[in-house]
């Protein structure tokens, strides 16, 4: 995720960064330019006696509200995951911090403390990796018998929580952790579960193909036949208005679809790995 300041306008307007989208589209608008360029051409040249045309610029102004409704329904949606996937991100910040004040006082031995200080950070680790291409075991803090435990299961984060599950339960067997201190630990550590799950039904669950394909049909048909509207007033000139119309309209689709699954390594994405650093740090701190 991309640091920056907002209030810093004219360092944003002028900057260039990787993750703007005219260094993404740029070649996809040279050639919609191209295209454009030739379509006014053959009106211009070819079909010179095109007034009536001009009534299809009400028409494409209709059209262009229409789709301007659609790109803000799919940007508000594609936000919405966004800001959910930081919400979910927030809560295991939260829980991972809060069972590690807990488990404080009432862990006496170092291997107890740095445990569930190991774990803790691990099960951070794990669901950011998890959410992303896959668990690479070797990355997490395990000793040779707990990776071997680990190495061989389908969802590690799960597999983690159960580890610290059945350490809790050797504890409130010898009477070290009571039942109420239990069931409080209890609360977080299903917490835990419930945000990664809730990260993978947002990663799981894009938008609805047919719409995702019916929004790029429509300003792909509606950019190219532009200049049908604008040629008659603005000549060669309608070329630039359509492309530059292009790069507005694809751009909110590409940020969209950027920002829609939150969890990978792109510039919009969320900082897990600092979230996860963040974790550790604390963990460390009140457990080690």
């Avoid at 291997?111 to 668990?135: P, Q, T, Y």
């Avoid at 947002?202 to 049909?217: G, M």
């Avoid at 699954?261 to 897990?272: I, Y």
Wanted: one cysteine or more.
């Amino acid at each position: 995720m991309i640091n920056y300041n907002p209030k810093s306008w004219v360092t944003l307007i002028f900057a260039f960064h990787r993750s703007d989208t005219f260094r993404m589209l740029w070649k996809e608008i040279i050639y919609i330019g191209l295209f454009t360029l030739a379509i006014a051409f053959v009106e211009i040249h070819f079909f010179p006696d095109v007034v009536q045309l001009e009534k299809l610029i009400t028409v494409y102004s209709l059209i262009g509200f229409v789709i301007s409704l659609l790109l803000v329904f799919r940007t508000n949606t594609a936000y919405d995951r966004w800001w959910e996937g930081r919400r979910k991100w927030g809560e295991v910040v939260n829980d991972t911090r809060n069972m590690a004040v807990k488990l404080s006082p009432l862990l006496k031995e170092k291997s107890d403390r740095d445990f569930f200080a190991r774990m803790i950070s691990n099960f951070a680790v794990s669901m950011k990796e998890h959410l992303r291409l896959g668990i690479d075991i070797d990355e997490l803090n395990l000793t040779p018998a707990e990776k071997n435990e680990l190495i061989n299961r389908n969802h590690v984060p799960t597999a983690i929580v159960e580890l610290m599950y059945r350490r809790l339960k050797l504890h409130r067997e010898k009477g070290e952790i009571s039942d109420i201190e239990f069931l409080s630990i209890d609360k977080n550590l299903n917490a835990l579960l419930d945000s990664i799950g809730a990260c993978e039904r947002i990663k799981n669950t894009p938008i609805p193909f047919s719409y995702s394909l019916f929004i790029k049909k429509f300003i792909f048909i509606y950019v190219t036949t532009l200049p049908l509207a604008f040629v008659v007033q603005f000549g060669y000139f309608s070329a630039l208005i359509a492309t530059f119309v292009f790069y507005v309209l694809v751009s909110m689709e590409v940020l969209a679809e950027e920002i829609e699954d939150p969890f990978g390594t792109d510039d919009n994405d969320l900082p897990t790995d600092q979230l996860c650093e963040r974790i550790d740090k604390v963990v460390q701190e009140v457990l080690v």
